[in-house]
């Protein structure tokens, strides 16, 4: 059974950082690409960032480029989202999503998400 859990959302200030963890399990994790997404109130979900199954690659949506760091260790089967100098315009849900195929930066190239975890951003 195919399983992510987010974890490492919260309550923080501006200018304050997080780490979001994300387990995965029921699959060969070393061999998934793997990405973040978020989603606002009354927004659509969009793309954070994303790394490739052996890490040396990684892609960051502009918003987050310099802030947000992606990271991965295959031998926990996990990927990480370090956030720093987070904004109130951080604030969303946030997903981890096996990748599938295609342009890393949309959503359709994505086959399984998490159920995400809140972070929440107060000015």
């Known amino acids: 059974q195919v399983q992510l859990v987010e974890s490492g959302g919260g309550l923080v200030q501006a200018g304050d950082s997080l780490r979001l963890s994300c387990a995965a399990s029921?699959?060969?994790?070393?061999?998934?690409?793997m990405g973040w997404f978020r989603q606002a109130p009354g927004k659509e979900r969009e793309f954070v960032a994303a790394i490739a199954w052996g890490g040396k690659s990684t892609y960051y949506a502009d918003s987050v480029k310099g802030r947000f760091t992606i990271s991965r260790d295959n031998s926990r089967n996990t990927v990480y989202l370090q956030m720093n100098s987070l904004k109130p315009e951080d604030t969303a849900v946030y997903y981890c999503?096996?990748?599938?195929?295609?342009?890393?930066?949309?959503?359709?190239?994505?086959?399984?998400y998490g159920p995400g975890t809140q972070v929440t951003v107060s000015s």
């Open positions: 029921g699959r060969t994790f070393p061999n998934y690409a």
């Open positions: 999503a096996f990748h599938s195929t295609g342009d890393f930066y949309r959503e359709e190239a994505y086959d399984y």
